[in-house]
């Protein structure tokens, strides 16, 4: 957890006088070591305090949304701010109430009732006592808030904005300098001009105050000390079976971890898998997009008129030496370049046309007009049609019933938008570097005199992939003058190496449809809590929209026609639906129908008499469910006729059997010299020319089995040389020549032993707490996305089972001592493991006397004991 960027104000153990501005006053934590933080006030003093040296305390922190703290599925029931930022308040009496800090400090809920401070998005939280009891405590905050009268700070870099050194301006507003919150401070200077500046963004301020305003009020011994050692700390995973964690730190280690087979994680429990969350952010502003004019465009004919494609090269940031924040820069087809708004003073100039060039692909969709596995770009999923998609040349080709609406997904997340229905929409002829298009060298042209020289034309043949797989319609290839024929890039990474001599059409598009590049746009969630909602599919459809959506459990089945009750709704489509019997599953929000709008319920395709005679005649099943559901997906409905059905049934197995029979080979994979020169620069593709005969899919095998081969035959302990000695009778093939004059036992041995170990421990726990195992699994069930916090009694009630049975106890601690000096050495000497040997012998030896004891024999998992090397 980093430190730098907190907002801070003076703490328990302060004793610096008025130099931060007097009690209340806050600053930013600029700079820290593992002794002493350093923070920039608002009144423009830079001090170093003691953060935690020595017991001492001077600081506490007033907010932490400054270093991007956030808690996903968290919604203030106070101000109903999604996603809470900064600190988190969860009231210990009441059942889900949660308040942001803003919320909290103004009083709101039920003073005498205690709360749970989350100071980061984890189960680990601190009780604090009711407010009731310290509102003499209560203290005002003072600073760079709304209103504040501001000048130029001790980071400003922006020249004369303000008007010259000694202009005073007021702030007007504090947003997200992303990706950290609550950091953007527009201030509106004496001159009249606004611009934005840094108060916490890594740790830079940019203004100092003059007069400051108020940022309301806290309560100072609720607030959390400034401890540097927590930001040095690594922070360890959450679980209260410290045998799970046990066993996952063993694995870590890379010398174990290549020695291991697929087969022995196979007892490791599913739960941990599921209690793992996982965090990512996803870039959408990327270079190499492709993008037509937007809804705020003001620049006449730049683009060279609407409809005409562009390309964007850089990304601004706040960085030195990069186009200003919230703006890009665009290389229009035509040659042109310029800046635009992608956010700036919330202008918009761009929409984005084609994101396939920047890698966006849908992992396991495929569009369902062309085929195309995976959907490469923006994906477009039908709202009427059962799993129905199409990418976006498909889309802007009319395929499929243009009165159907449609959820245009911009990237490969969940986050969805609901376009208008095509037949109701304008389309605009889109115009650049496509197929016919004449062309010449552009703005990123490194390719010497390929085109015959600087004058010459050519002519583009096709649109392609610059890298083979990843990076769809980023590269043309062209004809020129001189009869050669080369490819080149077209967004790729951003660069453009063509320009338009002669524009050719794209084909048509939407431009309502199309996402607006820099805005986030979500379509609300047409449930509401509180409706009474039912499944609109049959079970067998329900479990195929669950995926990605909460997952699916058999006893979901019984609930899928009956009514329930909205519960709670999630930023992802996932809806929370309450049934009369207490029970709580996670749905996928396209699964769901108010009860009122209804019709019918929508059975599985396979439920019908005609599919079952069909099966009845020696069909395969397999094969009869592919084309019901295919068909069903295509929104054509079911089946009329037993004979409709065999001759589709007839036509895909004879497909079948004649793909099977010819190689992939027919598919012929040919790499220009271009990107063969792109290599040598650091390309990620093959040097070499890829036959015909030879696919890519051939070659990943080839490759894979190679490196399979090579691992299975290098030394487990260096990792570097050929194994040269086998350990008998085990038969383990671990260590080269050198290494083996280290080791007395195999290694492998002891470690599968130490596994069997912790199987065993696993068992005692089903074994004596199968109860309390029960009733946690069921909680995490109900609640799929907010485990962590409404289950921990459930999970308390179970470590405390596991904690106080004696067998269980003396299991999980009968060689952590001998396993923590060997661990710790380790961690010191990874690079020579054969420094630890002795370490590893003596926790070897625990391991051999913990499976006797408990009558886990060494013969019935793994080899004897007595093994040499020869």
Known sequence: ????????????????????????????????????????????????????????????IFDNAQICVEHPTVTCDGCGEDR???????????????????????????????????????????????????KKQKCQAKGIFKGATVTRGSYWKWEAQDGGEGSKGTVVDITAWKPSFRTKVEVKWSNGSSYNYRVGHKGKVDLKCVQPASGGCYYKSHLAMVDVKDAVETEEESSEDESISFLARTLMHQHILRSLDAAVCEGIPDMLAAMREVSSGEKTIKPGLRVVRGPDWKWADQDGGEGNVGTVSEVGSSEPETPREN??????????????????????????????????????????????????????????????????????????????????????????????????????????????????????????????????????????????????NSAAEVLWANEKTNTYRVGYQGNVDLKVVSSSSGGYYYPDHLPILGKVEISPCELNVGDTVRCCYDADLVKLLQNGHGGWNEDMRKYVCLNGV?????????????????????????????????????????????????????????????????????????????????????????????????????????????????????????????????TLSENQRLAEENRQLKERHQCKICLENDVSMTFVPCGHLVSCDTCSTDLKDCPMFYIYSYISIMEYSMRLVEKHCSKYLMMFGECIQLHPHTWQIDCDLERRKLAKCAETNPEIVHIKQVCGKQFHVYETCMTEFQSKPEKCTDFFNVFSSCAQDALKTYGLSASNTIPNVDSNSE
């Not at 960027?5 to 003076?10: A, E, F, I, P």
């Not at 988190?88 to 205690?114: E, M, P, T, V």
């Not at 918009?348 to 007009?369: A, N, Q, W």
């Open 327 to 472: 703006c890009v820069v665009v290389t229009w087809d035509t040659g042109s370049r310029a800046v635009y708004r992608v956010g700036e003073n919330n202008s918009y100039d761009l929409r984005v046309l084609d994101s396939g060039p920047t890698g966006v692909k849908h992992d396991s969709i495929s569009c369902d007009s062309c085929h195309v596995t995976p959907l490469q770009g923006i994906r477009w999923k039908c709202v009427s049609c059962f799993n129905f998609d199409l990418c976006s040349s498909c889309y802007y080709h009319n395929e499929h019933d243009i009165t159907h609406v449609f959820w245009r997904y911009a990237n490969s997340t969940k986050k969805r938008f609901k376009v208008p229905r095509r037949c109701d929409s304008e389309q605009t002829l889109m115009k650049g570097i496509f197929v016919d298009a004449v062309v010449c060298r552009g703005p990123n042209w490194k390719w010497k005199d390929q085109d015959a020289g600087s004058v010459a034309n050519g002519v583009v043949l096709s649109m392609k992939s610059w890298d083979a797989t990843d990076t769809a």
């Open 84 to 134: 809470i930022k900064g600190t988190r308040w969860k009231c210990g009496i009441c059942q889900d109430f949660d308040l942001c800090s803003a919320c909290y400090n103004q009083d709101k809920h039920d003073l005498s009732h205690y709360f749970l401070r989350f100071d980061k998005s984890s189960t680990s939280s601190v009780k604090v006592t009711p407010r009731h009891e310290i």
């Open 566 to 694: 909205v519960d709670k709704i999630f930023s992802d489509n996932a809806v929370i639906v309450k049934y009369g019997d207490g029970k709580r599953w996670c749905f996928n929000q396209d699964a769901l129908s108010k009860v009122n709008s209804l019709t019918s319920v929508t059975c599985s395709p396979m439920d019908s008499s005609l599919v079952r005679k069909v099966i009845e005649l020696g069909f395969d099943r397999r094969t009869i469910e592919d084309v019901t559901l295919k068909q069903f997906s295509e929104g054509r409905g079911y089946f009329s006729t037993v004979e409709d059905l065999m001759d589709k049934v007839l036509e895909t197995q004879q497909k079948r059997s004649a793909s099977s029979g010819m190689e992939q080979s027919i598919r012929e994979v040919v790499i220009s010299e271009n990107q063969m020169a792109d290599v040598a620069l650091g390309s990620t593709m093959t040097s070499d020319r890829v036959n015909a005969s030879e």
């Open 1 to 60: 957890m980093t430190f730098i960027g907190l907002r801070v104000v003076r703490g328990p153990d302060w004793t610096s006088g008025t130099e931060d501005g007097g009690e209340g006053c806050v600053g930013t934590l600029s700079e820290l070591d593992l002794n002493e933080v350093t923070v920039v006030w608002d009144n423009g003093t830079r001090k170093s305090y003691k953060g935690g040296r020595n017991n001492v305390y001077d600081l506490l």
